[in-house]
């Protein structure tokens, strides 16, 4: 009896753990996904599928280098105009400032003279003021009076008096008017001062924007890894003159027509060349195959360190404020179109202004002609 109890007891758990296990089997465990659970299968590339995922890695790095390339060009473009606008603008400032120091110099001269002529009118005056004083000109005036005997001779007497009185008058107006001059003089050179510090204020920041553009169009140019300022001759046919040249600055540069500018410090008081602003250090080259007839290692003059070269074109040429020139140089070495002969700076009286080479262009080793036209032909940018 008590086995059949135990037995059916047995036989109900039983009857209960297959009831569970047939209701997860049929409702819980088809619900849950067992996809992750299973191992990854290895996806096996053939050599053609490497080969195109390959060309199309490479495709779209070099699409993304050419969008690179195009907006450094395009800054490079950017920059470059900028570049000539600042320094036809520094060009004119420099200008103003030479003619505001010309006028400076006049202004000084005119208020030195004047204020010579007020020293001495104001010693006449003051000389004639200690002659009233003390020469008891009233007993004279009254004795003068007293020996009158006729009408005509005190008519005489009169205009005397009269003439001495204008000259007096004439001698403190006179005075008067040169003070008033002094002070006018004076304003006008206290205002063209004033005016010279702000142009000059100017001129600097000019030349300071000119630096800074300059640095950024190298640093373009490194990025870009290609030169725009590859050595080519280049053919200018200007006027009676043919001339093919090489541009004279290896690097980024700016330049205006500034020929014929006012310049004080040399002859004819005019630019005779251009001026062509670069960083210092910038390679200076040959423009032409010739022979060096002067070569200047030692800042002297106003050109300081300079060169000049006779082309075999029968021009001369002359290069200007370098900061140095290349070793083993010396007159009558012959050079190539091309080849470096030295670099950029601001010696000699350049020293206030910024680095450039300062270029001109001599035919037949006469008077220079303007530069400008061929320079914009042989210039590659």
């Given at each position: ?8 007891k ?12 047939f ?47 195009k ?24 200008t ?9 110099d006049?202004?000084?001269k ?8 007020l020293?001495?009118k ?12 003390t ?17 005509d ?14 000259q ?10 040169l ?8 304003h ?6 004033n005016q010279?510090?702000?142009?000059f ?11 800074r553009n ?9 990025l870009?890894s ?8 280049r053919?200018?046919n200007?006027?009676k ?28 008081g ?20 010739g022979?060096?007839?002067?070569v ?29 020139i ?19 700076g ?13 270029f ?22």
């Amino acid at each position: 009896m008590a086995y059949n109890m135990k037995f059916k007891k047995c036989v109900t758990k039983l009857i209960a753990i297959m009831v569970m296990v047939f209701l997860a089997t049929s409702i819980i465990l088809p619900s849950i996904s067992f996809a992750s659970l299973k191992p990854k299968k290895k996806i096996i590339k053939t050599a053609a599928q490497i080969k195109k995922a390959k060309a199309k890695a490479k495709k779209k790095k070099e699409q993304a280098k050419k969008q690179a390339l195009k907006k450094l060009e395009e800054k490079q473009k950017r920059l470059f105009a900028d570049l000539a606008k600042i320094t036809i603008e520094y060009n004119q400032a420099y200008t103003e400032l030479y003619q505001l120091e010309r006028q400076s110099d006049v202004n000084k001269k005119k208020l030195d003279i004047t204020a010579i002529e007020l020293d001495i009118k104001q010693e006449n005056l003051n000389k004639r003021a200690v002659a009233l004083y003390t020469s008891q000109e009233d007993f004279l005036l009254a004795d003068m009076i007293l020996n009158i005997v006729d009408f005509d001779q005190l008519v005489s007497e009169l205009k005397f008096l009269r003439l001495i009185a204008l000259q007096d008058a004439d001698l403190v107006k006179d005075t008067k008017d040169l003070k008033k001059k002094v002070a006018n003089r004076q304003h006008s050179l206290d205002t063209v001062k004033n005016q010279k510090f702000e142009v000059f204020k100017n001129v600097e920041q000019k030349a300071d924007a000119i630096r800074r553009n300059l640095e950024s169009q190298k640093l373009v140019s490194a990025l870009l890894s290609k030169d725009f300022w590859l050595l080519q001759k280049r053919e200018a046919n200007i006027g009676k003159y043919n001339i093919s040249l090489v541009f004279p600055v290896q690097g980024p540069h700016s330049y205006s027509d500034d020929w014929g500018e006012p310049r004080g410090d040399i002859p004819g008081g005019q630019h005779q060349g251009n001026d062509i602003f670069a960083l210092t250090g910038t390679p200076v080259v040959a423009v032409t195959d010739g022979i060096l007839t002067k070569v200047s290692y030692e800042e002297t003059g106003l050109g300081g360190i300079r060169f000049w070269l006779m082309g075999k074109d029968g021009v001369h040429y002359y290069f200007a404020h370098l900061s140095r020139i290349a070793p083993g140089y010396k007159a009558g070495q012959v050079v190539h179109a091309g080849q470096v002969i030295g670099y950029v700076g601001n010696t000699g009286d350049a020293r206030t202004t910024p680095p450039h080479l300062h270029f001109e262009m001599h035919p037949g080793d006469g008077s220079p002609i303007n530069p400008y036209l061929f320079l914009r032909a042989a210039d590659i940018y």
